[in-house]
């Protein structure tokens, strides 16, 4: 087999080191542009589990990388004042030069042939069975035929610059540095003795004030020193290409074509904030290698490659992306206590989380907890002593929720006639016996014509409001929680079918006349709606109103009015389903024009002490849609307005949407409202375990935390969830026994599980 690798950094290093050593009768060469010793950087990083993937793949590499490198356990966060060291990370440091030169070392013992200081094209080596792209993120291969690749470029806001200094670190050090300019942030390691690397990065805003653009190395590294004096304890910067750049967060639609394949950088990029650009470039190598030990042809080993290792790069460049996001916005974090800043730190990528902490870090955990108790204690309420944040109580006018943990809005589609009926009173009771501190209804709509289905449940007359009046009543006989009843109206969305008869898709019989801010229609094959005239949008106002009146009767503590999901009251919010001429259409203080009219009158009728939420949709997640500014002004809008509480949910505006899934996918969005509208949020989506409740919490990102699907099968989430961490909550006393039972299992299966997870760690490297 004849192989060929065009670049010789440590992707196509590895790769080449990995077949050699399996098939040594392959003629595999190593083509680099630049000398042997050329790097431009200071260290790498990897974690312990990095380096358990690295000892498994090839021991003699490994052995030669670890004895090089410098190991630390500790993350160091220092900002606002002070300094929290967190343990049980692992992970170590090393040269960039120092791990060239190893692999290179490792590749010539095996019989890889290296050539250095060459520019090649795949066109010069017309006898090659398989090219390896491993040529960087600037890849001459990869942009010699876009079409083919489609590669996409996120070239993010902030600037950051890549220096070095002889200071020593003990830890992964962060400093966050307040200047009148703005905040500097410091990313520091150490990788080999008297070395270490400082990534230092700044917001746009800051860059351009602090007069950064143009200068040279050797000007920004006297302004970063100034900047940083203090942490640098008299040691200078070193530049080495040291520019100011943007990160490109890159991907592609396709890795290979023919007998050529990208790796590492030329195909898929992750933002040095997670520290995984080596990483990812090193396991792609050792994917590469795996999909060719499973014989086949050359093509179908590429196919294995990509079909099995995207998901795995796509799940590392999501992690990348929201870390990257927190360091874009750290100054909306800025304002808070020392401690949860650095709580958002460590958990800003999602893999740690509280109860990873928890195992690694107790006493850093058990500050956290403290501050989030006394935070309580200061809001003039009563905490659970020693209970983790998703126990402790919640306060919002006169309605006090004993917990945390919400049970989000699910449509049943189970109503007739808008009646809700002994199955509604067995899904919101049983919720409500489980313990969950608030329940919200599920959407319920003010009149027959603002049903999404002909199942949906509404509150439009006297026996709609009785039968909800009976829920409510039981609710509260049975459980310490409150209810909250979301009122809306489908818009463009009505007259469609059951749920799961064909999710928005719409009636073939049936259906009804619908409105929408303006007549465009959400399937192609959709009724299209009538554009909503004046005297509609009255009659429209005053059945919300209505159903708020028959709601406080019916003895909800809180009403959440809809202005989500592509809905009536969000089709006036969104661009994409506005089209306006009116008053109503156009900017956006036009487009929220209608929607608090709505708010107003049912903020009037409804009872002054009992709180009110809005249900909205942060983004569209299509183009042209609502930004992120106008999310925050929506926000601020109905905050101005009394609202006390934003329920931040995400799309359905429109078909074309593109999500961007994942666990708790759309937290950023609550964590946006929360900290920079500066109103009360409940997150959700995609949220499924206690342990995430606890993060969104203590990192401040939300008030409230939503679950839907674990709710779905479990209405005794709550309860099952506090017994796991030794929580005594409310119980019926029907249910007293087994609530004792939980409680005495919970605390043993807990402590196994912790023993377990233990075990799991990846093992210390350290020498």
Known sequence: MRIAVIGGGPAGLYFAILMKRDRPEARITVVERNRSDDTFGFGVVFSDQTLDTFERADRPSYEAIRDAFAYWDDIEINAKGETHRIGGNGFCGCSRRTLLLLLQQRARELGVELAFQRDVTPADFPDADLIVAADGINSAVRNSDPAHFEPSVDLRPNRFTWMGSTRPFDAFTFFFKERREGIFIAHCYQYEAGASTWVLETDPETFERAG??????????????????????????????????????????????????????????????????????????????????????????????????????????????????????????????????????????????????????????????????????????????????????????????????????????????????????????????????????????????????????????????????????????????????????????GASKLMWEGMDQPLEEGGWPIVSASAIAYFPNSQVPREITRAEMDGVRDDFVAAARRGARAGFDMLEFHCAHGYLMASFLSPLTNHRTDEYGGVLENRLRYPLEVYRAIRAAWPSDRPMSVRVSATDWAEGGTTDEDTVAIARAFAEEGCDLLDVSTGQTVARSAPQYGRMFQVPYSDMIRNEAKVATVAVGSITSADQVNTILAAGRADLVALARPHLVDPSFTMEAAARYGVRTFCPPQYRWGQEALLRNAAREEADLMELRRKARPKRHAR
């Open 212 to 493: 950064l653009e143009g200068k040279s190395e050797a000007e920004s590294a006297a302004f970063l020193e100034e900047v940083f004096a203090e942490e640098l304890q008299g040691h200078r910067l070193i530049t080495n290409r040291s520019m100011w750049r943007q990160f490109p967060m890159m991907r592609c639609k396709r890795w290979s074509k023919g007998n050529v394949v990208l790796l590492g950088d030329a195909k898929a990029t992750a933002h040095f904030s997670i520290g995984s650009g080596t990483k990812l470039a090193m396991e792609d190598a050792i994917a590469l290698h795996g999909a060719f030990t499973q014989g086949g042809t050359v093509e179908e080993a590429l196919r294995r490659f990509e079909t099995g290792r995207r998901e795995d790069v796509e799940k590392i460049q999501h992690a990348a992306d929201v870390s990257l996001v927190w360091f874009e916005h750290v100054d909306r974090f800025w304002h808070m206590p020392a401690t949860r800043f650095a709580f958002g730190v460590m958990t800003r990528a999602k893999a740690i989380t509280w109860d990873n902490l928890a195992l690694r870090a107790p006493e850093f955990v058990e500050e956290s907890r403290e501050l989030f108790e006394e935070e309580v204690r200061a809001e003039g309420l009563s905490p659970a002593a020693g209970a983790p944040p998703m126990f402790q109580p919640f306060r919002l006018r006169n309605m006090t929720v004993p917990n945390r943990v919400t049970v989000s809005a699910m449509c049943q589609y189970s109503a007739k006639d808008g009646m809700p009926d002994d199955w509604h009173l067995m899904h919101y009771g049983a919720r409500a016996t489980g313990g969950a501190g608030l329940i919200f209804t599920e959407m319920t709509c003010v009149s027959p014509e603002a049903r999404i289905t002909p199942g949906c449940a509404g509150i439009w007359n006297d026996a709609q409001e009785a039968a909800w009046k009976r829920i409510v009543d039981f609710c509260h006989a049975h459980g310490a929680g409150k209810i909250a009843l979301q009122l809306g109206h489908a818009g463009q969305k």
